[in-house]
Nanobody
């Protein structure tokens, strides 16, 4: 069973920054597009950002555009989500996901592998 392992979550004040990381427990995802999603208490899981296999194409939810940056390091087989200017409404469990395609995608059903999630809490 392939697992994606997220790290980097925590508690931060509004206006602060965090960087999330995601790496597979086994195998390489170098030819896979990757995505970040989040789920706040009582809400459905929602799309945050996605990057294609090369790292050259990205796409963001409107709510995070200009504040979050998704990137990937092929040598480290790791995907990152840099989160700046955090707001209390960004509080959620953040999930990393991989899809068996090189192209970006924003829908949950388009992803094949998921991590367990990492908690991000932004205090006001």
């Amino acid at each position: 069973q392939v697992q994606l392992v997220e790290s980097g979550g925590g508690l931060v004040q509004a206006g602060g920054s965090l960087r999330l990381s995601c790496a597979p427990s086994r195998r390489t995802f170098s030819r896979y597009a990757m995505g970040w999603f989040r789920q706040a208490p009582g809400k459905e899981r929602e799309f945050v950002a996605t990057v294609d296999w090369s790292g050259g194409i990205t796409y963001y939810a409107d709510s995070v555009k200009g504040r979050f940056t998704i990137s990937r390091d092929a040598a480290k087989n790791t995907v990152y989500l840099q989160m700046n200017s955090l707001k209390p409404e960004d509080t959620a469990v953040y999930y990393c996901a991989a899809r068996s395609s090189t192209d970006i995608a924003s829908m949950i059903r388009q992803y094949d592998y998921w991590g367990q999630g990492t908690q991000v809490t932004v205090s006001s």
